[in-house]
């Protein structure tokens, strides 16, 4: 049997336990309650039914699939021959998650010209090893020349995190990042009225605050070295989901860069070797 089939087996077992407990304590509070509420019993799915079922609602997606495979030969008969050597995109995008930003269709590219990573709010966290692993194969190995952040307005992450009415769980640790950003220009964004104009300026500064995340990041820095400062370019854009329009930030990064290279400019700095003790 599978790792996977375990693994599966098990997490089926587990969910049937809890809802047995909790479906034993709501009988025990039914039976001892005055108004003696009928208890509808549950059918429980097997893992037959989970994995057997014809997935007949996914059908059309397969047909897409075949319709876009015609257009891609239609234009270029090589097309897909020409996939299967290696990629070489010049772009990175790191983007938000949302399904209502299709990333390489804003942009105009085809297949193989952009290597994407996205999350809640294209967020660039130094801890986050996904995006870190993503941000290493596109500078080091893709070599990719230009990174662009991309974040839009409407953003529900940047909403969230914009609010203390609600505890968002696990989530709120995700959030934290963009709350760190409010916090830091808490007094220009006080000086907001609208609060839609003050939503589309978080979304600015968090996305300006991504792409300075970027130039910070070791693995940027050292391919810049390598180089000589051409590559990678950091850029920082929004798309407005009101009009489908694409603008960039305008943001001074050679002045902003210069403020923060005594603390993040790492790579001309010689390797801290610490002095263990040898007994």
């Not at 990629?87 to 105009?108: H, N, T, Y």
């Amino acid at each position: 049997v599978g790792c996977g089939t375990v693994i599966i087996s098990f997490t089926f077992i587990i969910f049937n336990f809890f809802y047995s407990v909790k479906h034993a304590n709501a009988m025990e509070y039914s039976s001892s309650s005055s108004s003696h509420a009928p208890i509808i019993p549950v059918t429980h799915p097997t893992s037959e039914d989970i994995f057997t079922q014809p997935p007949e609602d996914l059908k059309y997606l397969f047909e897409n699939n075949r319709q876009w495979v015609k257009r891609c030969l239609a234009s270029n008969p090589n097309f897909f021959k020409n996939m299967i050597p290696r990629q070489k995109p010049r772009f990175l995008l790191i983007g938000c998650a949302d399904s209502r930003v299709p990333a390489q269709e804003i942009l105009g590219l085809k297949a193989g010209e952009i290597f994407v990573h996205r999350n809640v709010a294209n967020l660039v966290v130094n801890g986050d090893m996904n995006f870190l692993s993503v941000l290493q194969y596109a500078v080091e190995v893709l070599e990719v020349q230009d990174i662009i952040v991309l974040g839009h307005y409407g953003c529900g992450g940047v909403k969230a995190a914009s609010s203390i009415e609600f505890d968002h769980g696990l989530m709120e640790h995700w959030l934290r990042n963009i709350r760190d950003v409010i916090f830091s220009n808490i007094d220009e964004l006080n000086s907001y009225d609208d609060d839609e104009e003050k939503h589309h300026r978080i979304v600015e500064l968090s996305v300006r605050e991504q792409c300075l995340n970027l130039y910070r990041n070791p693995i940027v820095q050292q391919r810049q070295l390598a180089n000589g400062g051409r590559f990678p370019r950091v850029h920082g854009m929004v798309y407005d989901i009101r009009d489908g329009l694409l603008s960039e930030l305008k943001v001074d990064f050679a002045k902003e860069l210069e403020r923060n290279r005594l603390i993040y400019g790492v790579v001309k700095r010689p390797p801290v070797i610490p002095d263990y003790p040898t007994k």
